[in-house]
């Protein structure tokens, strides 16, 4: 890469995705399994957990200034693999050079009392797995799983970032590509959130049906009115998308009895 004055040649973004191509093409080679991201339409994240990661994210003034700058690097598919284990990211980003840079993200564990309440507020809240990790649950637990500090979500001080690229930023911006990477990521697998904070999605919404209530059973198949329908707007309040404000809903309506019809006796049936 040329440098002028100091700073390094503008890399047109063409020429980004050429070379994120062929570094792509070296290292497929080495390892098939490679899974790079690559964005699918105009927005970074499809799903409520994809959106509700980038916008806790952006919500931080930490690092609001700085994540940005890796909303074009992620779409241009500089991203070129992003493994997520518990408690771990590891990315390899294309970056101006020649050779892709690793960088590695740390997330501190839930804690263990935050994890509690949060299970503990969602008892009888959740009907089943699929419609949790679809992102269709009360507006309440939307508020709470996304509170700062306090919900599902890790607040800067819970992330660690590191980069082998020469940039001083700690957030640089092959760190902020791989951190929205996150989010694509959450929209195909929602499950390696729970993974990711070394939490059990099982023990949340066992717990969640366990305390069920009959009215919950019973749900009636009318939708509340105040569910949230997935535009944007509102999602840029709570995060989310189809969120049911009601799960406990009202009980289905018993069809009423027909009044039965007493054939008369015998004795009462008067001659032609």
């Not at 957990?49 to 994210?57: H, S, V």
């Not at 507006?139 to 660690?160: N, Q, S, W």
């Not at 949340?204 to 919950?216: D, F, G, Q, T, Y």
Request: proline share 7%; aromatic share 8%.
């Amino acid at each position: 890469m040329s440098y002028y004055d100091g700073y390094p040649q503008y890399v047109t973004v063409a020429e980004k995705r050429a070379l994120a191509k062929k570094s792509m093409e070296k290292i497929k080679k080495r390892n098939p399994q490679v899974a790079p991201v690559v964005i699918a339409g105009s927005k970074l994240a499809q799903t409520w957990w994809g959106k509700a990661w980038n916008a806790n994210l952006e919500s931080y003034s930490d690092y609001a200034n700085r994540i940005g700058r890796g909303r074009s690097y992620v779409r241009h598919g500089a991203v070129l693999d992003l493994r997520l284990a518990p408690g771990k990211v590891e990315a390899l980003v294309q970056g101006s050079r020649t050779n892709p840079y690793h960088v590695q993200i740390d997330i501190a564990p839930l804690r263990r009392p935050t994890w509690e309440r949060i299970t503990t507020a969602c008892g009888g809240a959740i009907q089943s797995l699929p419609e949790l990790l679809e992102g269709k649950f009360p507006k309440a637990l939307a508020t709470l799983f996304t509170a700062h500090g306090e919900g599902l979500f890790p607040a800067p001080r819970e992330i660690t970032l590191n980069c082998s690229c020469p940039d001083w930023a700690v957030m640089c911006k092959h760190v902020a590509a791989a951190l929205y990477g996150i989010g694509a990521r959450l929209d195909d697998n929602p499950a390696l959130f729970f993974a990711l904070r070394q939490v059990t999605v099982e023990e949340l919404v066992s717990k969640a049906i366990a305390e069920k209530s009959e009215a919950l059973l019973k749900k009636s198949a009318t939708k509340s009115r105040r569910v949230i329908d997935g535009g944007d707007d509102e999602i840029g309040a709570l995060f989310g998308i189809d969120l049911d404000p009601n799960p406990g809903g009202e009980a289905a309506p018993q069809p009423q009895k027909a009044p039965s019809r007493r054939r008369p006796s015998a004795g009462n049936v008067k001659g032609h």
